[in-house]
């Protein structure tokens, strides 16, 4: 699939580990939300699930202006909360394959792309143990988090 837009609004996330879905359940609900509340046209969402970001990440288009990057981490705050990160804020090897021979982050590799993250806050990630669906502080984050996607993709 190719991701010709100017703005990459990516979840990333996996639904099967509780709030680690947080990132694929806000591109859902943006997604459902579309025809109320369109998204301009330079616009692409992608639900990036867990292995995808690496060859989102890893495979630019010269195209891209901006990537929002919707996922959960632990910055500490009250489960729910957002917060806006820079990819200076991301563990490093945060969005690397772990099959992947290089060491490089595929965030550093994007050279002048903008990279925006919105964090939530998990209350819990059940790995290994399968627990479908975000607890309620992280679904209720949802909206918040997807207003600040919207104020983002003006550019």
Not at 61 to 90: H, T
Not at 126 to 151: R, W
């Amino acid at each position: 699939m190719a991701y010709d837009a100017e703005v990459l609004v990516i979840g990333c996330g996996n639904v099967l580990f509780k709030d680690d879905g947080f990132g694929p359940a806000a591109i859902n609900k943006l997604e459902e939300q579309l025809e109320e509340r369109p998204l301009p046209s330079n616009t692409m969402t992608i639900d990036a699930g867990t292995s995808a970001p690496h060859y989102i990440f890893s495979l630019p288009n010269p195209m891209w202006k901006k990537i929002i990057i919707l996922d959960i981490a632990d910055f500490g705050g009250k489960p729910g909360d957002i917060k806006i990160l820079s990819k200076e804020d991301v563990p490093q090897g945060k969005y690397q394959d772990p099959h992947s021979v290089s060491v490089a982050d595929p965030l550093d590799e994007l050279g002048e792309v903008e990279i925006v993250i919105i964090a939530c806050q998990p209350e819990k990630v059940s790995s290994p143990f399968v627990e479908y669906g975000v607890s309620d502080s992280v679904a209720e984050a949802i909206p918040k988090a997807l207003d600040i996607v919207y104020e983002e993709v003006i550019i």
